[in-house]
Every structure is written in C-alpha cells, then in structure tokens.
C-alpha cells in the first residue's frame, strides 16, 4: 500500500498540464524501472527526465520529483503524507493533488478536487456564488456548500464524484 500510495502522488504530479494518456505512459515506464522511494532517490535527474518526457514542464516536475521524494523518505519514512495540509507542503503538490490523494491513496474524502475543467464547468453552471478566476478560488467559493446543499445525506460521496464526472465531460463533451 506504501508504494501504491507513492505512485499515486507521482502520478498525480505528472499529470497537471498533461494528457491523460502521456501520464499514462510515463508512468508505465517508470513503473518498468522500479517505481519506489528508493528507486527515484538512486536515480539521476537526467535518466528520470528522459523517462518521464514528454509530460508537461517535465524539467520542472524532476526537480519536484526528487525534492517530494527526499521529503518523504526522511519525514515520513517513504510513505506520503496523511492530510491535505501536510500534502500541499510537498514542491510541486497543489490543493487539487491533495485532495485527490487523500481520497485515491488513503480513501479520505476531505474536499472537492477542483481543476480547470471543474472550475470552468461549475462557473458556467453558477454553482459558485461569484464568478471565480482559478480553481481554489472556486474550491473556497462555497462550492461544497452547494452540493451539500443538495444533498446533505450524501454530501461526502458527492464530493468524491463531483471531480471524476465534471472532469471527464469537460475532457469529452465541453470542450
């Protein structure tokens, strides 16, 4: 569960500003490699950018790579963080990261994972009480509210799915 949870976050690193199936791949070839703690740490930053190119800002995402995995290894002894604060802590790990490891690598639902497609949807439906700008603006923007709303007996589930099916019809449908 410890390396599962590792590979996780990395994927979840590779793929801000990154299509789904070049994450994919990546992932794959650094799974052939041994993806671990231990495994990134011995490796060098230049075999790490050739396996994980073409991803988005990949020279940048090296650097994050190696720092978030020098952090958890000595901090939290190679396993990732447990809550969102701690998550967002990490070079290169963002709200929406967090959020979606807690709920994919620890199965806890602590929030809405908002990306550019969650944000742009939700804005253009006025799920948000005023027109937001970036993603955390509208995370912060009452949106959980609004669905709890909705919903109040099923607001936690609702949550873990509200990213997964807006993300995936703005990635199909609203273009």
């Known amino acids: 569960p410890q390396v599962m949870r590792y590979q996780v976050l990395l ?3 590779l793929s801000s500003q990154t ?9 794959l070839r650094l799974r052939q490699r041994g993806l671990t703690v231990d495994g990134i740490l011995q490796m060098d930053d230049a075999t790490l950018g050739q396996i994980i190119y073409p991803v988005g800002f990949w020279r940048n995402k090296v650097k994050y790579i190696k720092q978030t995995t020098a952090i ?9 963080p447990r809550t969102v604060e701690e998550l967002v802590q990490l070079p290169g790990v963002g709200p929406k990261m967090a959020h979606l490891a807690m709920n994919i690598a620890w199965d806890s639902v602590c929030g809405i994972a908002v990306d550019t497609h969650v944000h742009r949807i939700t804005n253009r439906l006025k799920w948000v009480k005023k027109e937001t700008r970036h ?9 959980g509210f609004w669905i709890c709303f909705l919903s109040p007996s099923r607001c ?10 807006l ?7 609203c273009l």
């Open 72 to 80: 958890l290894k000595q901090k939290y002894g190679g396993d990732i």
């Open 167 to 173: 993300v995936g019809f703005g990635q199909q449908t």
């Open 19 to 27: 299509k789904d199936q070049v994450t994919s791949a990546a992932m």
């Open 135 to 143: 993603p955390e603006e509208t995370r912060l923007m009452w949106l």
């Open 11 to 13: 994927s979840l690193m």
């Open 156 to 165: 936690r589930d609702l949550w873990r799915e509200i990213n997964w099916l």
